[in-house]
């Protein structure tokens, strides 16, 4: 089977034809990708959009300085701060501050709030 080389204008042409626009965002600092347990931080990162008709977006990232930051896990959940809330008859910002300031603790938050 013979081989295919294409230079860039006919690779923009062909890309132009189906609808497909490739873009380079300028000016990236650092992009974060965020997970449950760690962040990837990609310093000086080279970002380029695809946009197709019909499809989402598309972010092609490239780079050679990644850090991993370990995420800290939250001492307490939303479920948590309603729980309390209700439990101490207060509002949710109150009972989130409560469970803030006694490291997640429900009890403590709940006794502390009702007193």
């Known amino acids: 089977m013979p081989q295919m080389n ?3 204008r006919q690779a923009r042409r062909m890309m132009d034809r189906m609808g ?3 873009d380079q965002i300028e000016g990236v600092e ?3 990708i965020r997970t ?3 962040d990837l931080v990609i310093k000086d990162a080279n970002v380029s959009e695809v946009r ?3 499809a989402a977006r598309i972010f092609q ?4 300085d990644v850090e991993e930051r370990m995420r800290e896990k939250p ?3 939303k479920e948590d701060v309603i729980l309390v809330a209700q439990q101490a008859n207060v509002s949710e910002a109150k009972a989130e501050q ?3 300031d006694n490291d997640g603790d429900l009890a403590t938050a709940i006794l502390k709030l009702s007193s």
């Open 6 to 8: 294409m230079d860039n």
């Open 98 to 100: 409560a469970l803030k």
């Open 75 to 77: 001492k307490y959940t």
């Open 20 to 22: 497909i626009n490739m």
């Open 61 to 64: 990232v490239t780079g050679e």
């Open 36 to 38: 449950a347990e760690k």
């Open 52 to 54: 197709m008709k019909g």
């Open 30 to 32: 650092e992009v974060i």
